[in-house]
């Protein structure tokens, strides 16, 4: 079982429409990371959420720490093709960071 | 200011052979990081070095063993293959809270 559960798994849209992925544990974390990562290259951090119930605003990307610091919530606003990538969430509970196994994510033209 | 960089970018094995990977940090960056990254999943934390020293460890076998040298540069080892070695081996520097990956190697073992 993975310490930081994503879903959906697997993600197809179409360009212009809107989409919602998570990020859940049972596990209190300090802070949670957003990364994506491109076929062929390392993960790019994207946000950094700390305080519970917290939102972040990044252009189209709206990230959100839950009250209770156990899960996250990524929305992206009308989806663009470059969008497309994995999505990964990332935790530091025990000074080791652990990561979800990612949303991969697919915005068709 | 050149990022993270890793060699090589890929590179094929067989089992029972050992492997020798590298990591050039971000300029400044004190602290790296490897990770693996099997298809279809996240990057799993292999370890941790800062000031030529392991700082911290996941849960992997001896088999796994690295080093950083004084430039803050590192290697990743890992002795005698198994197929289920074959993953993205990803590197990362940090300072402080912020980690930057590099492209990874991407290892296949036969």
């Known amino acids: 079982t993975q310490l930081l559960e994503q879903s959906p798994q697997f993600l197809s849209i179409q360009e212009g429409e809107n989409l919602t992925v998570y990020c859940n544990s049972s596990s209190v974390f300090s802070s949670l990371q957003w990364y994506r990562q491109e076929p062929g290259e390392g993960p790019v951090l994207l946000v950094t959420v700390v305080t519970g119930g917290e939102v972040k605003k990044l252009k189209r990307l709206t990230f959100q720490f839950g009250d209770a610091r156990k899960d996250s919530s990524l929305h992206i606003t009308a989806a663009q093709p470059g969008d497309t990538g994995l999505y990964l969430c990332a935790g530091d509970p025990d000074n080791d960071m652990r990561f979800g196994a990612g949303t991969r994510l697919t915005v068709k033209p | ?110």
């Open chain 2, 1 to 110: 200011d050149a990022g993270v960089t890793q060699s090589p970018t890929h590179l094929i094995k067989t089992r029972g052979q050992q492997v020798t990977l590298r990591c050039s940090p971000k300029s400044g960056h004190d602290t790296v990081s490897w990770y693996q990254q099997a298809l279809g999943q996240g990057p799993q934390f292999i370890f941790q070095y800062y000031e030529e020293e392991e700082r911290q460890r996941g849960n992997f076998p001896d088999r796994f063993s690295g080093h950083q040298f004084p430039n803050y540069s590192s290697e990743l080892n890992v002795n005698a293959l198994l197929l289920g070695d074959s993953a993205l081996y990803l590197c990362a520097s940090s300072l402080g809270a912020e980690q930057f990956f590099g492209p990874g190697t991407r290892l296949t073992v036969l």
